[in-house]
């Protein structure tokens, strides 16, 4: 049971943040808290994977801030999210040795699920709060962090 709630849990970190969850998964790898040695994921654990999708993850942290930047609900930001979160929840069911495609459908649900929350909460909070969005995507960003540690730990 532990693996559907995993591999959910990530795809909603995917949902709010693209490159967050993918990010977690590699630091998991890296500290051995997700064995993928053996897989056909096992370069997730890799230095140079741990620094490029970590660099994504502060990147998409920047680029949220920007007023251009797509809703996340947008078809291609929300593809992304999907194949983020399926991703994920891949090199978490091959982990351990079970079915690729429930992580996938698992990881990509967790990621619409995330996305439409994500939005929506975030909208209901700038608009209730007067804040700008800034103030409340900041908030999010460590939500996403926080999140994403908890279930690497």
Known sequence: MHNYIFALGLGFIAGLRTFTA??????????????LNGTPFSFMGSKIAVVIFTLLALSEYVGDLLPKTPNRTDPGPLVARIISGGFCGVCIFASLHQSWIIGALFGGAGAVIGAFAGYHVRKALVETLKVKDAIIAIPEDLVAIGLAYLLIF
Do not use: E, K
């Open 22 to 35: 993918p990010a977690a998964i590699c630091w998991a790898a890296r500290m051995d808290r997700l064995a």
